[in-house]
């Protein structure tokens, strides 16, 4: 019997067609065909990355159109004028009610302070040098927790979300929820200095006094890598948003670049004659650039592709500087008592002079030492943490105007916070994937011509090769007592052909005899890429005794006459 009507009409408007059945748009004009390709399917593989290019360009280009909001920039009408004599009182009555509530002053006691802003740029972490921790939602003003922990405390970093946040702390690393309740002591970060936490790789990074750099998964646990800086305690920290490449200043004026999985450095630089005391990344560039700031009063700014010298320095009053890149490549520089904004592309335009690049905007800070400058994501504000608390000064063009609310929303609730947390710990990337060339994945990897087949048997990787076999594939092996040796061998078994049977001990004995000699001992200590007369010497002396066995075996045998001795012989 027939199903009615009804209930087709039901399964074919439930029903969902797989992805690898769906119709797709069509690709865009323009793109290569790839008709020169000999291979059917490389050719197809080209030509389906090719228009998966096109489509999401012509995507991105599209989604331009709803990215409404522009950032905001300070202009002046005349030559003569300059933006950074605007101060803060004008900008706040230029500016809109909403923009105007980011200028604050903060003042606390237990200084000096330190700030950190959430991905959303909606809330707000700090602490001070005696203990005071506390975070809040610094748009309305409502507090979640407030903590007098009582013991010094050096930094703090939100997790994934507004929900954890962790301190360093005297001793070690602690983790507390929204509501300020302890729930983890992280034991293996010992006197933590400085934090870090990479929000795609789930990672909590530490960096302490004992000079040491671990990196904690916080989804497992577990210590995903622990690295030994061997350069002293370390006060400066700071990650490329792009490749999630940690940057460390030293003590000795030094600058590293460390990845999870590779025990040193994958980059060293001397940056200063001095203690590195600021250090960040501009994010607006995809990781291009990076600022430094040394106790020798130097900012310098550096182009990570080449490393072969300094884009733009200057020399700052006040000895070092706390820096910090705004999403919109603005540069902020926390020094004596002022703090100064530089903008690009000033900041990245090599010049030969040392000589400061054009000011944007200033503001005078009187409690001294800043400690740190934060910029606020999708807001034009900056943090200043200081002896006396925190000041938060309007920066005009400083953050980015739009946002995706798939990365970081400040509106979520509380359902799509959940639903972004679980889709973020789905979509965790393994800490092997982090290296300083991100763009690696999804290309076709260059055969290797450091890979050999030991005896004919199997590929192994030239760097877990012995080191003869190593010399070998180099060229660069003295085989020679190998090649006699075997010829001896050879020859000794050939001339035992015709001789009675011998027992397998018997045999294993004869292979044995004249292994341990003391000239052979030197020459295989001896076996190196090095020409040593000695044992040249020696060499040549071991292979005329071994001609003169040969010929007098030769003569045993009968296969040759016997020279005749000669009066000559003496002049030999």
């Not at 990650?239 to 450095?265: D, E, F, K, R």
């Not at 490393?307 to 540069?331: D, I, Y």
């Not at 200043?384 to 946002?403: D, K, Q, T």
Request: charged share 25%; with cysteine.
């Amino acid at each position: 019997m027939a199903p009615p009507v009804d209930a087709l009409f039901v399964k074919v408007q439930n029903t969902i067609l797989p992805k690898s059945l769906r119709p797709t748009s069509p690709p865009p004009d323009n793109v290569p065909k790839h008709k020169h390709v000999k291979d059917i399917k490389l050719r197809r593989e080209l030509n389906r990355q090719a228009a998966h290019a096109a489509r999401s360009k012509a995507l991105v280009e599209d989604a331009e159109l709803l990215l409404t909001s522009e950032a905001g920039k300070m202009q002046v009408e005349t030559e003569l004028e300059r933006t950074w004599r605007i101060g803060q009182d004008d900008i706040v009555q230029s500016a809109g009610q909403e923009a105007a509530k980011g200028r604050r002053e903060l003042k606390l006691d237990g200084g000096p302070y330190r700030s950190r802003y959430s991905r959303n740029g909606r809330h707000l972490a700090i602490v001070g040098n005696m203990g005071h921790v506390a975070t809040f939602d610094w748009q309305t003003g409502t507090m979640h927790a407030e903590l007098q922990l009582q013991e010094t405390c050096r930094d703090i970093t939100f997790l994934q979300d507004q929900s954890f946040f962790a301190v360093a702390q005297k001793k070690y690393v602690f983790i507390y929820d929204r509501d300020g309740v302890e729930l983890h002591r992280l034991k293996a970060h010992i006197e933590p200095t400085r934090l870090e936490f990479l929000p795609y790789h789930w990672l909590l990074a530490s960096v302490g006094n004992n000079g040491f750099l671990k990196y904690q998964d916080t989804s497992t646990g577990h210590i995903v890598a622990e690295h030994r800086t061997k350069l002293g305690a370390c006060h400066t920290l700071a990650q490329n948003q792009h490749n999630a490449v940690l940057h460390l200043g030293h003590s000795n004026g030094v600058v590293t670049l460390w990845t999870p999985n590779i025990p040193h450095p994958v980059v060293q630089i001397l940056a200063h004659l001095g203690p590195v005391v600021g250090l960040s990344v501009d994010p607006s560039s995809g990781g291009r650039y990076m600022a430094t700031s040394g106790r020798d009063g130097i900012v310098k700014v550096w182009d990570c592709r080449n490393w072969k010298g300094t884009v733009r320095e200057w020399t700052t009053r006040g000895g070092g500087a706390e820096l910090e890149w705004s999403a919109r490549g603005a540069l902020g520089v926390a020094v004596g008592g002022s703090v100064n904004v530089y903008t690009k592309p000033s900041i990245q335009t090599p010049h030969a002079a040392k000589a400061p690049p054009p000011l944007y905007l200033t503001h005078p800070i009187p409690h001294r030492p800043l400690t740190s400058a934060r910029f606020c994501p999708f807001q034009d504000i900056l943090t200043i943490g200081h002896n006396a608390g925190l000041s938060s000064i309007l920066v005009p063009g400083a953050g980015e105007p739009n946002f995706d609310s798939t990365e970081a929303d400040p509106f979520e609730n509380k359902k799509a916070r959940r639903e972004r947390e679980v889709k973020g710990l789905l979509d965790k990337i393994q800490p092997d994937m982090i290296t300083l060339d991100p763009d690696f994945v999804g290309g076709l990897a260059p055969p290797t011509t450091l890979t050999t087949a030991v005896n004919d048997t199997h590929d192994i990787t030239f760097a877990r090769l012995p080191r003869l076999e190593r010399l070998r594939v180099q060229g660069k092996a003295d085989e020679t007592e190998l090649v006699n040796d075997d010829v001896e061998d050879v020859a000794e078994a050939d001339g035992d052909k015709n001789d009675n049977p011998q027992s397998r001990a018997e045999k294993e004995k004869r292979k044995m005899r004249g292994k341990g000699k003391s000239l052979k001992r030197y020459l295989r200590k001896q076996r190196k890429n090095v020409i040593d007369p000695t044992a040249v010497a020696i060499r040549a002396k071991l292979e005329k005794q071994r001609e003169e066995k040969r010929v007098a075996k030769a003569i045993e045998n009968g296969h040759i006459e016997a020279r005749k001795p000669s009066a000559l012989d003496r002049f030999r």
